[in-house]
């Protein structure tokens, strides 16, 4: 009984840390795994992403629904759009999770300011 205590605790406290927030800002500069610089901004609650110098939109309408960060991310060297997900983890990573059909993409970017 003590063990199973003890897991619950640990259980509970990892997923109150790595849990997402409405109040998660994850606006600033990103580089993608390639070297891209991506701008994300916040206006009214809902997160945009530019990739830099052509600001051409790769992150749209990512809002916080159903306790996740939920959106559409664009890949602009294959012309594909598909829904996606972002996690907010440690201040300085996001976590990408691109869906299309039964496939998804995990991609990581790291803030850059």
């Given amino acids: 009984m003590k063990k199973n205590l003890v897991f619950l605790f640990f259980f509970f406290a990892a997923a109150a840390v790595y849990s997402q927030q409405a109040s998660d800002n ?27 110098p052509e600001k051409k939109p790769i992150l749209t309408d990512v809002k916080f629904r159903d306790g996740k960060w939920k959106g559409m991310a664009y890949n602009p060297q ?33 803030r850059v300011q």
């Fill in 26 to 52: 994850f606006s600033g500069k990103w580089k993608t795994a390639e070297g891209k610089i991506i701008e994300i901004s916040l206006a009214k609650g809902v997160h945009t992403g530019l990739a830099l």
């Fill in 78 to 110: 294959k012309g594909v759009t598909a829904a996606c997900e972002v996690v907010f983890q440690d201040g300085n990573k996001l976590k990408i999770t691109a869906f299309q059909g039964t496939f998804s993409k995990v991609i990581y970017w790291t």
